[in-house]
């Protein structure tokens, strides 16, 4: 394998799942069938019949959508693995995604990450009532201005930056009647749109903090092993190759935004000049586009993709 030319490998979030993702993926190669096997042995869940027939309403649960994104991301890197055709400078993840980003890099074996995204997943549902949280996307304001406004929504409720997706998208999340007030002073700062979103939780905010906590307790029973490929970390978006700082990465993760913007700046800063978007969905090749036009971006989403791919790890 070659680490040249410099390619980062990037791995999507929760909302890239979709019903049959992965199913051409089992069908066509025994790595992928290995990988959903040892993800329905570990959880017990019938991760194949989820993702390749639904219904949606069941795929889109988040303590579903979790391990069903990793399984199929892992599936499709394994595949491209297993060609020896590219080795990635360094990964990234966007947020459920840093999950697959590790696994890739070595630091936690596949079994104990789809374990522990699945509890994630339930936490985080948990955390907060059905109905009472709320996230949407800010377009055309500024981090500090957004950071403004949603104090002024706050009125002794959270609500706060949960994402900075780069291309002027900033996302909000918090209690319900926060994110609404903080939605009507952005339109009357002259942001261009801002659009709920269709979430069932308000992630990477402070009403995440019993998940956290939860998440805490999950990994202190999992090993982090020794791991050598950089992993640019949602919380930081920057570097990290420290095994004993990956848990506390993960915890912070759950409460913080995700950095996107700044890590996909620090993955050309390292010098790739180009990225694979590996799992279902395109969503991150988009944002990378609009953050850095300059890096040449493939999608890994199905096998025929994988002659794209290869045509990307040519010297």
Request: net charge neutral; with cysteine.
């Amino acid at each position: 394998m070659r680490a040249e030319p410099r390619v980062a490998f990037v791995f999507p979030g929760q909302g890239s799942q979709r019903v049959g993702m992965g199913k051409r993926w089992c069908e066509e190669f025994a790595e992928a069938r290995r990988v959903f096997e040892e993800a329905e042995d570990a959880l017990g869940l019938p991760l194949r019949k989820i993702c390749f027939s639904g219904p949606e309403e069941e795929l889109k649960l988040t303590r579903h959508a979790q391990p069903a994104i990793l399984t199929v991301s892992i599936a499709a890197w394994r595949v491209l693995q297993a060609t020896g055709a590219l080795a990635p400078a360094c990964v990234a993840g966007h947020s459920l995604g840093e999950y697959s980003a590790l696994v890739s890099a070595g630091a936690l074996a596949f079994g104990d990450a789809v374990k522990i995204v699945y509890e994630r997943g339930r936490l985080m549902q948990e955390a907060v009532a059905q109905g009472e949280g709320s996230m949407a996307a800010v377009m055309g304001l500024d981090e500090r201005e957004v950071e403004r406004l949603c104090a002024e929504a706050a009125g002794g409720e959270v609500v706060g930056i949960a994402g900075l997706n780069g291309g002027g998208q900033i996302v909000i999340a918090g209690a319900r009647g926060a994110v609404l007030r903080a939605k009507e002073l952005a339109l009357q700062a002259g942001a261009k749109s801002v659009v709920e979103l269709p979430v069932s939780a308000p992630f990477h905010c402070a009403l995440m903090k019993p998940a956290a906590e939860g998440l805490e307790r999950v990994l202190e029973k999992v090993d982090v092993r020794p791991y050598s490929i950089g992993v640019v970390t949602n919380v930081e978006a920057k570097v990290n190759l420290d095994p004993l700082r990956v848990k506390g990465l993960l915890v912070r993760q759950v409460v913080s935004p995700v950095r996107w913007e700044e890590s996909v700046k620090e993955i050309e800063r390292l010098g790739c000049t180009g990225a694979i978007e590996i799992g279902p969905g395109r969503v991150l090749r988009g944002l990378i586009k609009r953050i850095s036009p300059a890096l040449v971006v493939h999608n890994l989403e199905t096998p025929e993709d994988l002659s794209k791919v290869a045509r990307a790890a040519a010297p």
